[in-house]
C-alpha cells in the first residue's frame, strides 16, 4: 500500500501525559500536512512542511503541541501535557509540490483524554 | 478570519433521490476542492475547481463554482447507497495557499 499511513490509529491516555503520533507520507511526496477533527466538524489545518522545513502553524497550535519532520520524509506531531480537549482526530496529509496539488489523507489517529 | 459554511449539515435521501450540498465562502477562493468521507473513514479528495463558472462532471457528481468565485455546490443524481458519507469543500486561506479552511460538512444518509 503506497498511501499516507499513521501510527497509532487510536490512542487512549490520561490528562497530563504526552503523547506522539506518527505519520509516513505517500513516498515521493514533499509536502506533508497535520489536521485536527473533531466531531461533526471538517478538519483544521494545524501546520505543514515542506521537506524537513515547518512552513506555518495555525494559531491553533499551541506551545504544547510541536511537529517535526527531521529527514524530509516522516513526521511526529507530540502533544504535551494533554488535555481533555485534545480528544479529537489527529490527521496527516501529503501532497506533491505543483501547480492543483492534491493532498491524499491518511486514516487518522483518534486521541482520546481521559 | 476566513470562513466556509455548508448547507444543509444533515440530508436523508431515498435511493434514487438527487442530492445537493452548497459552500459558501466569506472571501473570494483562488480554488475549492471536494472531499467525501465515509463513516469512520478520512477525507478522499474528489475535485478541485479553479475558474469562476466552472462546472465539472463525474459519473453522477456535478460541481459548480459560482460566478463570484465565493460559492460552490455538488449535486448527486439518482444517489446509491455507496454515496452515504459528509461531504466537505474546502478552499485555500486567503493568508497562505497551503493552508485549506474546509467547511463543517454535510452529512448524506441513503436509505435503501
Known amino acids: 500500500d503506497t498511501g499516507v499511513s499513521q501510527n497509532p490509529r487510536h490512542k487512549i491516555t490520561k490528562r497530563g501525559q504526552n503523547v506522539t503520533f506518527r505519520c509516513d507520507p505517500i513516498s515521493e511526496h514533499n509536502r506533508l500536512y497535520w489536521y485536527r477533527q473533531t466531531l461533526g466538524q471538517g478538519p483544521e489545518f494545524l501546520t505543514y512542511f515542506q521537506n524537513e522545513a515547518q512552513l506555518e502553524k495555525s494559531r491553533l497550535l499551541s506551545d504544547r503541541f510541536s511537529a517535526e519532520r527531521p529527514k524530509g520524509s516522516f513526521s511526529t506531531l507530540e502533544i504535551q501535557r494533554t488535555e481533555q480537549g485534545d480528544s479529537a482526530m489527529y490527521l496527516c496529509a501529503s501532497s506533491f509540490a505543483g501547480h492543483q496539488e492534491t493532498q491524499y489523507f491518511g486514516p487518522g489517529t483518534r486521541l482520546l483524554v481521559l | 478570519g476566513q470562513q466556509v459554511m455548508q448547507i444543509p449539515q444533515y440530508q436523508h435521501v431515498q435511493e434514487g433521490e438527487d442530492f445537493t450540498t452548497y459552500c459558501n465562502s466569506s472571501t473570494t477562493l483562488s480554488n475549492i476542492q471536494w472531499y467525501k468521507q465515509r463513516p469512520g473513514g478520512h477525507p478522499v479528495f474528489l475535485i478541485q475547481l479553479v475558474k469562476s463558472g466552472e462546472v465539472k462532471k463525474q459519473k453522477r457528481l456535478t460541481f459548480q463554482f459560482g460566478e463570484a468565485k465565493k460559492n460552490s455546490s455538488l449535486h448527486i443524481t439518482a444517489t446509491q447507497t455507496t454515496d452515504v458519507g459528509t461531504y466537505f469543500c474546502?478552499?485555500?486561506?486567503?493568508?497562505?495557499?497551503?493552508?485549506?479552511?474546509f467547511g463543517s460538512g454535510t452529512q448524506l444518509t441513503v436509505l435503501p
Open positions: 474546502a478552499g485555500p486561506n486567503r493568508g497562505s495557499a497551503r493552508q485549506l479552511t
